[in-house]
């Protein structure tokens, strides 16, 4: 957005370099925090930027890190279960964004998802499988997720309903 609305605009650089400042946070604006703002810094601010932040090897290796740190859900419920497909996709999607050959990879994530599930949801899992043979796509694990995590955001809400109805009748 701010290459389009900024960058490939006629300001002057130094506008440009003001914006951009206003525009970063955290670790990309502690990169060119140090750059005072002025005409010349706009294009060493930008080049920066861009060689850490485009370089292709480093976010591979960032977002394989993120894939393979996605911590296990310890207990059934909407907000973990949500977790787990959002680190494990936010991950595998932007590898797939970058044109990695990630629809090779369908029994790899499928093998993660399924050994970071809870024990109940494992188990819900393996009875959803039955007594089948067939190795479930990553679509079939996926789609199991999201329908756990929307039983339990069900049963979550339920129990907040019954809990404030309980206790304004004891009232």
Do not use: C
């Amino acid at each position: 957005m701010f290459t389009t609305l900024i960058h490939e605009q006629s300001y002057p650089r130094v506008l440009k370099l003001a914006h951009l400042k206003k525009y970063l946070k955290g670790e990309a604006l502690e990169v060119i925090s140090r750059l005072g703002v002025s005409d010349k810094n706009y294009e060493v601010a930008w080049d920066t930027l861009r060689l850490f932040y485009e370089n292709k090897r480093r976010l591979v290796n960032n977002y394989l890190s993120d894939l393979f740190a996605v911590k296990s859900v310890t207990s059934s419920s909407y907000s973990k279960v949500r977790r787990l497909l959002n680190e494990t996709f936010s991950s595998f999607d932007a590898l797939t964004a970058m044109n990695r050959p990630t629809n090779y990879w369908s029994d790899v994530i499928s093998y993660m998802l399924v050994n970071n599930m809870d024990k109940g949801t494992r188990l819900d899992w393996e009875k959803n499988l039955g007594r089948t043979s067939v190795v479930p796509s990553l679509d079939r694990v996926k789609s199991f997720l999201q329908g756990q995590a929307l039983v339990y955001e069900s049963v979550e809400r339920a129990k907040k309903v019954s809990s404030v109805s309980s206790s304004s009748t004891k009232s």
